[in-house]
């Protein structure tokens, strides 16, 4: 066969990129608990699906004419299908220099880069596996001059957020630039122990405030997914991350052009669940298990919980019902009552653009007894994080289920509703609402009545009682003030077809979704 | 036989312990209910087993993710 020596050649220069940093580095990442950016990619595409872009990309040495070594380049990435989807794939090679950027004539990926423009050109989700550290102040020194912040734009992973799923993983120490890409995702997550995000890591924060912490103090998943909520996800391993990946890709459209995929369920649509009717105690102070609840109506094993560890006063999860993608936003009484705070009210917000951004219809199972109050919550901006979700509420198109299961008071609960849309509200007999619950708002409005009379706490007592005759939800859907009531038995298969109902608008509604005005 | 821990889900105080060693109890049941935030938070079995130990008492502080109960499944 005719061009021999140069297809030799280009099968040298394909196995010196497989080959990566050299077996010592990829030892050392092993050691470490991390797969290398090849195992990655394998682990999480279709077998055989990844067909690699800029293979050749490195550092030639030459010693004459005669090339001895190509180091590849820190980054790989390309086409791939993820149970037969096509996916734009990258990330950071850690096995050659710490996957610090390479000196090509364009960018690979990690900020900006082909990956990026293949995503956005064909109207793909792109998948980040992040393990770099960032710029280095050693590039002046190569270059001459210092650089710009910006030379590397942002924009097309901006605009990326408005086109197609984004999703990032966390598998390294991600600091600075990759720290900041990893945030800008529709979807993001991390692997327990052996991965760490921050803005800058121990050594820079050490010179820069003398706190002394080691890199999982400073960025790991306690901080990162627990406290900070700026990685959605926690994965146990590296292998639960990629199972983690495909599953959310899985409710997802490919873009925004398009309807996110149904599957057909054998989870019958008439399924009536018995424990449903007795779920919400009788008590009123008695808190119940409101993921149990979710599970007894969406598609059986259909749910997949966004951002589980924060804002724990919130449950966000996509879900099926009867195969339709749905994204539930629900309170959970286990926690402060379900009352609204910052972390909540920032997760409902995050949810609600993301289901809007890719026409996912909305369930709110309603449970809130209003923002969190307090000297805490107050200090902490409560108001602000909360009127943002009401503003995004506000301004939602996908269609908008509302199910109050228990308690919907005040601004928090009227997050809840979309006014805008149809309100279509629906209610279990175990609903109340109002502009604040009885307790409190009766020491309020009766103040002086209450302060007057012979037994004070008696006269309060005997006021909420009354109060509280006129709250059955029975009164209030007499009234039309709200759309319906439900046997609790009856919620899978009246929310299956209002979501089936829904596909026809959803379908009317596709592309971008522009945004007008100043979120609060 | 497999052991498995159930965890309280919050940060509060043990109210009342409504189930004992020994006891059959399956995913779904109600084993004891803590106190906090004025609330009275279930904790529930999010297995089938016989349990084995309680490792709290009534009026015991705990702490969120705090194992609470094991159960030997069945």
Not at chain 1, 81 to 93: T, Y
Not at chain 1, 484 to 510: F, H, N
Request: glycine share 10%; net charge negative; proline share 5%.
């Amino acid at each position: 066969m005719s061009w021999k020596r140069s297809r030799d050649e280009l099968d040298k220069r394909r196995r010196w990129a497989e080959a990566q940093g050299g077996a010592a580095n990829v030892e050392r990442q092993h050691a470490q608990g991390r797969l290398t950016i090849r195992e990655r990619i394998d682990g999480l595409v279709d077998a055989g699906s990844f067909q690699e872009i800029g293979k050749l990309t490195g550092a030639e040495a030459y010693v004459g004419a005669a090339l001895k070594h190509v180091t590849p380049a820190p980054y790989v990435m390309g086409l791939a299908e993820i149970n037969g989807r096509p996916v734009a794939v990258g990330g950071e090679d850690f096995t050659v220099r710490g996957g610090t950027t390479a000196r090509l004539d364009k960018r690979k990926g990690g900020q900006g880069g082909f990956v990026e423009d293949l995503a956005h050109q064909y109207r793909i989700p792109l998948v980040n596996l992040i393990d770099g550290a960032g710029g280095s102040v050693t590039s002046a020194k190569s270059r001459g001059h210092t650089v710009f912040p910006g030379v590397d734009s942002f924009d097309r992973s901006i605009d990326l957020m408005g086109e197609v799923p984004v999703v990032c993983a966390v598998l390294g120490s991600a600091a600075g630039g990759p720290a900041g890409r990893a945030i800008l995702s529709h979807w993001s997550v991390m692997v327990k122990d052996t991965s760490q995000i921050f803005a800058a890591g121990p050594a820079v924060v050490e010179r820069s405030l003398g706190q002394k912490l080691t890199k999982e103090e400073l960025g790991g998943s306690a901080v990162a997914v627990d406290k900070a909520g700026s990685i959605d996800n926690l994965a146990e391993s590296e292998e639960h991350c990629f199972e983690l990946i495909q599953q959310f890709l899985s409710y997802m459209p490919q873009n925004v052009w398009e309807l996110p995929p149904t599957v057909s369920s054998d989870d019958p649509v008439d399924r009536c669940e018995d424990a449903l009717g007795s779920i919400v105690p009788e008590e009123r102070r008695r808190a119940y298990d409101m993921r149990r609840l979710i599970d007894l109506i969406v598609d059986t094993g259909s749910r997949f919980d966004v951002q589980p560890r924060f804002g724990k006063a919130l449950i966000t999860c996509l879900a099926r019902l009867d195969g339709r993608v749905v994204g539930i936003i629900a309170n959970n009484p286990m926690v402060y009552g379900g009352a609204m705070d910052g972390p909540a009210a920032r997760k409902q917000v995050r949810f609600i653009e993301m289901c809007e951004n890719f026409h996912i219809p909305l369930v709110f199972l309603v449970d809130v007894p209003g923002f969190m109050v307090g000297l805490q919550a107050e200090e902490a901006g409560v108001l602000r994080d909360g009127m943002r979700a009401v503003y995004v509420a506000s301004q939602a198109t996908v269609p908008v289920i509302t199910l109050v299961i228990r308690k919907c008071y005040g601004m928090a609960g009227m997050a809840t509703c979309h006014k805008r849309g149809l309100e279509y509200r629906l209610a279990w007999p175990s609903a109340e609402w109002g502009s604040l619950p009885i307790e409190g708002g009766v020491a309020v409005a009766y103040r002086r009545e209450i302060a007057a009379a012979p037994d004070p706490k008696r006269r309060e007592r005997e006021l909420e009682e009354e109060l509280r005759e006129y709250s059955s939800p029975m009164r209030a859907a007499a009234a039309f003030g709200v759309e319906d009531m439900l046997d609790p038995r009856e919620t899978r298969p009246y929310l299956c077809r209002l979501v089936k109902l829904a596909q026809s608008r959803l379908g009317t509604d596709l592309g971008p979704k522009p945004k007008i005005g100043v979120r609060p | 036989m497999a052991k498995e821990e159930i965890q309280s889900e919050v940060t509060g105080t043990v109210w009342k312990i409504e189930s004992k060693v020994g006891d059959k109890v399956s995913d779904g049941d109600t084993l004891m209910i803590l106190e906090s935030m004025k609330m009275e938070i279930p904790v529930i079995s999010t297995e089938d087993g016989t349990i084995t130990e309680i490792l709290v008492k009534e009026e015991d502080p705990v702490a969120e993710g705090q194992a609470v109960v094991v159960i030997e499944l069945d």
